[in-house]
């Protein structure tokens, strides 16, 4: 049996307009959902443990309706400490987005730490929308950034502007722009269609569209 620990924001506001935020809901119940049915052990951790804020929750969706219903919804709103976690029990870490990471999880040294440790063991380390936020100025062992030419992608700057996500008023700065900062090799599709980029053992998807299809993509790796 794999074991896949997703990280969550603790932030409940982003953004000097102070919007509220949190994780976005279908991005943890899609995965969730692929991963249990796929026979995978999920474990949900934030930065602060316990009720990690959410957002996007829609009722007319079918999987956020099923998972609000679940197990494992209980369980991510007593999510474990991030400092409380022994990595070592985890296939894969998996970064689901909303702004929520923006904030909370673009300079978290633990985060940051435990993302280079399990990439530098071979283990998977995933992210979808606003979630590769989480590998910005990760450091590994020969000093070289993890995103340093790895194929990646991430929520772009055209969607910010369709969701009317103003700089500073509503988001800190842009992460596609931030990616290829520092070194990624970025590429996209059209705005909220799915996208997945898997290099090695990164793999990422674009927006809320593309979060089941890194669940997949990850039980795919991890199956063979």
């Known amino acids: 049996m794999k074991h896949i620990l997703f990280i ?43 009720l990690p804020p959410e957002d996007g929750y829609d009722d007319s ?25 022994d990595i070592e029990a985890y296939d894969g870490v998996f970064f689901p987005g909303g702004l929520g990471p923006m904030v909370d999880l673009v300079d978290n040294k633990l985060a940051k730490s435990i993302i280079a440790k399990m990439y530098e063991s071979g283990k998977i380390v995933a992210a979808v929308c606003h979630g590769p936020v989480a590998f910005l100025n990760v450091k590994l062992s020969n000093g070289k950034f993890l995103l340093d030419s790895k194929k ?64 997949k993509a990850i039980i795919q790796k991890l199956d063979k």
Do not use: C, M, W
């Open 8 to 50: 969550v924001t603790s932030a409940d506001r982003v953004g000097t307009s102070n919007v509220k935020t949190g994780y976005e809901f279908s991005e943890v119940a899609d995965p969730y959902l692929e991963f249990t049915r796929a026979g995978y052990t999920v474990d949900f951790a934030s930065i602060l443990g316990g």
């Open 61 to 85: 969706n079918s999987n956020s309706k099923l998972f609000r219903k679940s197990a494992g919804f209980k369980r991510l709103n007593f999510s474990h400490r991030l400092k409380n976690i």
């Open 152 to 215: 990646v992608t991430s929520f772009t700057e055209a969607e910010e502007k369709v969701k009317k996500h103003h700089l500073e008023t509503v988001i800190p700065f842009l992460l596609d722009e931030a990616l290829i900062n520092e070194g990624a090799n970025f590429s996209n599709t059209e705005p909220f269609e799915s996208y997945v980029i898997a290099d090695g053992n990164i793999i990422t998807g674009q927006n809320p569209s593309s979060a089941s299809d890194v669940a």
